[in-house]
């Protein structure tokens, strides 16, 4: 990383952080709005075995994790962002790299009646655009580390 990063980093960190909150806050909440507001237009989700393209496949994704989850808690830690080189090898202040570490909690209501949880460990590998004066993801990957389930229980559940 060049001084000059160095040096921009910091100043642009907080944007990138609200970002992925409100992403996370969207998938947690099954918020179409609110999500297709944090991505491109011709933005992409990469996962494990699936690639989500543009916002008519994007939209679907609160849909997906409703149909996979009873519910999902998405928590956010820390990140680190990066503009991309410009010309002459100063800092393009349009365009950004970098990567946010998440925890992912899903609720699964099992056939039996219990719950479990499915967490997982994500490296978001994401790639940002700053257009009408605000920045959005062009591109997220998600790198998987690994995944602990564990029984658990809805709240009040313990008192019966």
């Known amino acids: 990383m060049s001084k000059k990063q160095q040096d921009a980093k910091p100043l642009a960190t907080g ?4 970002l992925a909150y409100s992403y996370a806050q969207a998938c947690d909440r ?23 393209s543009g916002h008519d496949q994007l939209a679907g994704v609160p849909s997906m994790l409703a149909d996979m989850f009873e519910s999902t808690q998405h928590k956010v830690f820390n990140q680190t962002v990066v503009l991309n080189s410009g010309a002459d090898d100063g800092l393009d202040e349009e365009s ?7 925890t992912a909690s899903h609720i699964r209501l099992l056939d039996d009646g219990k719950r ?4 997982w460990a994500i490296r978001y590998q994401d790639e940002y655009v700053k257009t009408e004066g605000r920045w959005i993801y062009t591109r ?12 658990v229980m809805a709240f009040g559940e313990q008192f019966t």
């Open 140 to 151: 997220r990957e998600l790198l998987i580390d690994w995944v602990e389930v564990r029984p």
């Open 116 to 119: 479990e949880v499915e967490d």
């Open 15 to 18: 944007e990138f952080l609200t």
């Open 96 to 102: 950004a790299k970098g990567e946010t570490y998440c």
């Open 30 to 52: 099954k918020d179409v709005e609110l999500l297709l507001s944090t991505l491109a237009a011709d933005a992409e989700i990469v996962m494990p075995g699936n690639i989500m």
